[in-house]
């Protein structure tokens, strides 16, 4: 199950790193956006390596500095929340995967950890889980 989130209005770029930071201490779930696409390198992202030897860089390395280093983010962390399901955007900005079916509390507390990161940026944004 995914919970998929919208952004309307700048700053999109902070919005997107805002809610980068919330995925960051919920361990029931891995992320996905266009940034993160692009910077890990990920198949299917348009950003693949570029050769071998860029493919077999360390990909836990990247992750960790995409997400500020060590002292922001655990090695175990680095390794589960970049979604692995490969799933496109679509219209969305970003997405939550969960790893097994959320409750509705689990839900209502995602959506006030949301509110509580973009409501100093001033966006507004949608929640679609299905």
Sequence with gaps: ????IKVYGPPL???LKALEKVAVDLPEVCIMDHTIAASVGLPGSGFEASSASDTTMDSMGRIMTF???PSAISEERCD???SKSGESLGIYDFY???FKQPSMAELNSLIEMIDEALAPLGVKYTITTK
Excluded at 1 to 4: D, E, G, L, T, V
Aim: no cysteine; charged share 20%.
């Design 13 to 15: 770029l902070k919005a």
């Design 96 to 98: 939550f995967e969960w």
């Design 1 to 4: 199950m995914k919970s998929f």
């Design 67 to 69: 997400f500020g280093g």
């Design 80 to 82: 589960s929340i970049i």
